[in-house]
Every structure is written in C-alpha cells, then in structure tokens.
C-alpha cells in the first residue's frame, strides 16, 4: 500500500516558476514509478511526466518537455516535479501517481495510487 501527498502548488505569474513535491508512506515505495498528471474541471486527466523506480529514467508530455524536471529521493520518499517558464495553460490540478512495473505509462488507468491533488494556478 502507497500513500501520497502532494504539496507545492499555488499562483505564479506567466514565466515563473514552481516545484511541487509528491510525499510517500509505504516501505516499497522506491519500487513504484511515479507519474504526474493534471485536469481541468471538465476535461480529461493529461498525463504530464513520469520517473522510473531507481530515478534513472524520465519521460515527459510534450507540452511541458525542456519545461518540466521531474526527479525523486527515494531516501525521502519523494517525487519532484520542477516547473519552469510557466504558462496559464499549465493551470490545472497537479496530482501524483504510483504504479509498478511497465514504464513508461502515460494512462491514468494504469496507475494504482493517487494523491488527492493540488491547485497550480498561472496569471497572464
């Protein structure tokens, strides 16, 4: 069983930048790869970045590519999400998500562990 929480979001001006954090329980924690998405009210979950188990491997949306680091400290058990040179379409709710095995995946569905989310919020 894995437990996560996101924390980190907030309202930054277009060009700013962010770092959410993505807090885990659970003693296997540094065996699930994570994922980022986000949703906005009415649309589908947009899956943003994902990170191997070990850390060493990383895909992005192509929306957020050269944008976005993605990144963990397994010590910690924490996944970072690294967001620069924002946007206002990047406003959205940001959650984070755990699987195992089969990176890397970008559908929601396949993720067994959720966090409940947290609001980004970019001014023009």
């Known amino acids: 069983q894995v437990q996560l929480v996101e924390s980190g979001g907030g309202l930054v001006q277009a060009g700013g930048s962010l770092r959410l954090s993505c807090a885990a329980s659970g003693r296997t924690f540094s065996t699930y790869d994570v994922g980022w998405f986000r949703q906005n009210l009415g649309k589908e979950r947009e899956f943003v970045a994902a990170i191997r188990w070990g850390g060493r491997s990383t895909y992005y949306a192509d929306s957020v590519k050269g944008r976005f680091t993605i990144s963990r400290d397994n010590a910690k058990s924490t996944v970072y999400l690294q967001m620069s040179s924002l946007k206002p379409e990047d406003t959205a709710v940001y959650s984070c998500?755990?699987?195992?095995?089969?990176?890397?995946?970008?559908?929601?569905?396949?993720?067994?562990?959720w966090g409940q989310g947290t609001q980004v919020t970019v001014s023009s």
């Open positions: 998500a755990a699987k195992f095995g089969g990176f890397p995946n970008a559908k929601p569905s396949d993720y067994e562990y």
